[in-house]
C-alpha cells in the first residue's frame, strides 16, 4: 500500500504495480493527519522516507495526535521505520517554521522515545545512517540525496503496541 497527500507522488508506484499485474496493492491519495478509518489495523511495516512539511514535523516532533493515526494503520507488533535528512545550515529555516530542533541533537532520541510511546509504539532504534547505506534503500530520492551536500541521516525504528502493553499492563 502507499500513502500519499499528493497524488502524483503516487503516479509512478501505481503504473508499476499495474504493468507488473500486481492486485493486492492499493494507493491511497491521503494526508497523515487524515488517515482513512478503512486502513484501521492492516500493516505490518509502515515506512516513512525523508518526510518533509508536516509529515516530517508529525514523526521528528513528534506530534503524538498524528502518529496515533499513523498507529491507527498498524497491527499490534508491526513496525514503524523513519528515514530523516537535515543539511544542517540549509534546512534551518524549514526546521524552525515547523518548530523542530536541530535532528542531530542528543536529546532527539528521549524526545522521540516520550512522543512515540504516547502514540502507542516503542522506540527500539534510532541511529545514523551513512551515506552509503542510504544509497542502498529502496527510494530513488534516497539515492539521489545520498551523494552530495553535508547532510545527516537517522534511522527510527518503532513497534506498534498492543492494546494491551498502551494500557500499561503485564
Known sequence: MGIDANAAGLRPFSGRALRAGLSNVIYVRAAVEDLPPALAGI?????????WGSLLAAVAGPSTTVLRGVRGLCRPGATLEVVLGCEPVRD???LAR???PALAEAALPGRLAAGYEAAGFALTCVRP????DLARWPS??????AHGRDRSFLRVVARASSAAEAAGAC
Open 43 to 51: 500493516a505490518d511495516h509502515v515506512s516513512v522516507v525523508l518526510p
Open 92 to 94: 534551518l529555516g524549514e
Open 98 to 100: 515547523l518548530g523542530l
Open 129 to 132: 545512517i551513512a551515506p552509503g
Open 140 to 145: 530513488t530520492w534516497a539515492r539521489r540525496l
